[in-house]
């Protein structure tokens, strides 16, 4: 089984910051990626960030890049998501998920890296207001 749990989600003022959390037991980022969505009220689930497995490369959405950065903690099964600068279009509900049991992929690429998420967690709620 894969289970996939987010948390760190809260309230921050417009240029604060928060750290996400997406723990998956037992899930080997050696092997598998990892990649936050998010859902704003009346708005389609967009991309966020993604981690490739093992050495492959991370990808941010245009919006995002330069303010958000993924980290792995390979130990503890864990990939946190930064958030710094945030602004009140941040605000959504963030999920994690990952593409298990996909070991192989054809590319390193934004794309290659989001396809195929299979699993997902509940999700966090970010709210950026003041």
């Known amino acids: 089984q894969v289970q996939l749990v987010e948390s760190g989600g809260g309230l921050a003022q417009p240029g604060g910051s928060l750290r996400l959390s997406c723990s998956a037991p037992?899930?080997?980022?050696?092997?598998?990626?990892i990649a936050w969505f998010r859902q704003a009220p009346g708005k389609e689930r967009e991309e966020v960030a993604c981690v490739r497995n093992g050495a492959g490369g991370t990808y941010y959405k245009d919006s995002v890049n330069g303010r958000f950065s993924l980290s792995k903690d390979k130990a503890n099964n864990t990939v946190y998501l930064q958030m710094n600068n945030l602004k009140p279009d941040d605000t959504a509900v963030y999920l994690c998920?990952?593409?298990?049991?996909?070991?192989?992929?054809?590319?390193?690429?934004?794309?290659?890296?989001?396809?195929?998420?299979?699993?997902w967690g509940e999700g966090t709620l970010v709210t950026v207001s003041t």
């Open positions: 998920a990952t593409d298990y049991p996909t070991i192989k992929k054809i590319s390193d690429s934004y794309d290659a890296c989001f396809y195929g998420m299979n699993h």
């Open positions: 037992g899930l080997s980022l050696d092997y598998y990626g």
